[in-house]
């Protein structure tokens, strides 16, 4: 269901699914450790390798949104999917390969002419949770997610875009945050803090460099994507190691006509 009015925007579009979820060879755990048997063996990661041992049902809120389009702004809160970045398939901070979450935002609602370009950007905050099949810990379950993005695009230079995103997780603690922690501290701590079991504030922040050239004249277009998880421990990290943690994708993509169709070629690595 989708509805406007006056600068107000929203869709409800919920998602009900049901897994049949029959046995199948899982890695045996067991579940002395305080974790789940079903959890993913190799590393202290949540990607459960089944979902418990009966079927089960989900129902959340899909791609629903209300959102408030006001003198260039927008502002809102969301379940929708995220895409980051130019790619078609692999982008790497953002995209649709799982649920969308809870999550508000601020940004743009269209394009800003600064002289020099058209600027967008967006910021927002998002709660996820852990699954049913990680621990037994209940004071570990919630996460804090923050995001900005921006998008460029230089004036005289049509088509081309230059962009940058950053992502700050951290735990939430069972008694919360202070408000400061919610809402600056995502973008004001570019510490080194890193994740161990005497820190219990430790964070995880990426970062993405991205640029894209569309040619809608010549049906062409060239983007990449380079991305890094965590901190530089230092200038020798940074100087003797500078890929360290890094992820990249590169694409492009060709359309041509034939005779009465058009024929796209594309190409991604990532």
Known sequence: IELAWGPVSAAFAPIAVWQQNRAFEIVPLDAADGRSPYRYPWHLIDWPQRFGDASFGTLDLGGSYIRVDAYGAAFGFSTENLWWGPARRNPILMSNSGPGFPHVF??????????IGRLEGRLLWGHLAESDYFDNN????????????????????????????????RSIPPGGLDLGDYILGPYTDVRLNPRGADNPEADNQLLSLFARWALPESGFEAYVEWAREDHFADIEDFTL???????????????????????RLAGEIA
């Open 138 to 169: 209940p004071d570990n379950d919630r996460r804090l997610f923050a995001g900005v993005v921006v998008d460029f695009e230089p004036r005289g230079l049509p088509g081309l875009y230059l962009g940058a995103a950053r992502a700050y997780l």
């Open 241 to 263: 190691e500078p890929d360290h943690s890094q992820g990249y994708t590169i694409g492009l993509q060709k359309v041509v006509e034939a005779g009465p169709r058009w024929i």
């Open 106 to 115: 601020l940004g743009t609602g269209r394009p800003v002419d600064i002289r």
